[in-house]
């Protein structure tokens, strides 16, 4: 006579009793797991699809361009239709707008990670300026972002909300070039929309002169010049900060 104690598994039971046994405890399971189960709401399904199109779009996008970039072959690497991308989003271009702030999210999050990782100021200092000097290697997303700026220059709406884009991009920056001085104990600065302006402008356009170089020894002087201007500003910014606090005492 079996041990009633032991699991039914430990049981010998014939073959179909246990096949019985098998698909009596799938089906409760399964019923727990879908009690468990909460569907999705409008819109957090709508959430998803548009991440999903996001997702699809920025892989499309550096990989054909911008131009060559059919709404029907985003859709289709989305796994979604037409009609679907029209539900999302009214066009093309709306959709490159979100694909640019989910690129502009993911870079004020890399800043502000090295911000927590890094408590020592010179050191925080130092691997946001190696940050900055590394951004030659966005290639891709240069050239992609100059046909999107030469598309707005010949259209109004989307040269608004480019810009739009562009002041969230430079508040970001300026913030975290104002938090630098503020947790380096230096007295605050006057222009950190300036300072950030400034690097932004460099990493531009120190970029898309790298697409059309020739030369592999220049590539040292790119990075070098990054560096030069990374640092320059920094230090000229604390300085002009110093001056006018003594100044004002």
């Known amino acids: 006579m079996p041990d009633l104690a032991q699991p039914s598994s430990a049981v010998n039971l014939p073959s179909s009793a246990k096949h019985k046994l098998l698909h009596s405890n799938l089906y409760r399971d399964t019923l727990l797991y879908m009690k468990h189960l ?14 999903r199109l996001i997702a699809a779009a920025e892989k499309v996008f550096i990989r054909f361009g911008f131009d060559a970039s059919s709404v029907e072959r985003i859709a289709e690497a989305a796994g979604f239709s037409r009609g679907a991308f029209y539900s999302n989003f009214k ?6 707008i979100a694909v640019l702030n989910k690129r502009r999210l993911a870079i004020s999050s890399a800043l502000e990670e090295i911000v927590r990782r890094e408590p020592n100021i010179a050191r925080r200092l130092r691997a946001v300026r ?33 810009a739009g884009l562009r002041r969230q991009e430079l508040e970001t920056y300026a913030a975290l070039v104002a938090e ?6 230096r007295p605050p600065i006057d222009r950190p929309e300036t300072i950030a302006l400034s690097l932004m402008a460099i990493v531009q356009g120190l970029g898309r002169l790298s697409l059309i170089n020739t030369d592999r020894s220049a590539r040292g002087r790119f990075a070098e010049a990054r560096n030069l201007v990374f640092n320059r500003l920094i230090a000229i910014e604390g300085g002009a900060a110093a001056r006018n606090a003594e100044a004002e005492k």
């Open 180 to 185: 630098h001085f503020s947790q380096a104990r």
């Open 91 to 96: 066009d093309k271009d709306e959709l490159f």
């Open 38 to 51: 909460r569907r999705l709401t409008r819109r957090e399904s709508r959430d998803a699809t548009r991440a």
């Open 130 to 162: 190696d940050w900055y000097v590394n951004q030659e290697q966005q290639g891709p997303w240069i050239i992609l972002e100059t046909e999107f700026t030469l598309r707005a220059s010949r259209n109004r709406a989307v040269k608004v909300r480019l």
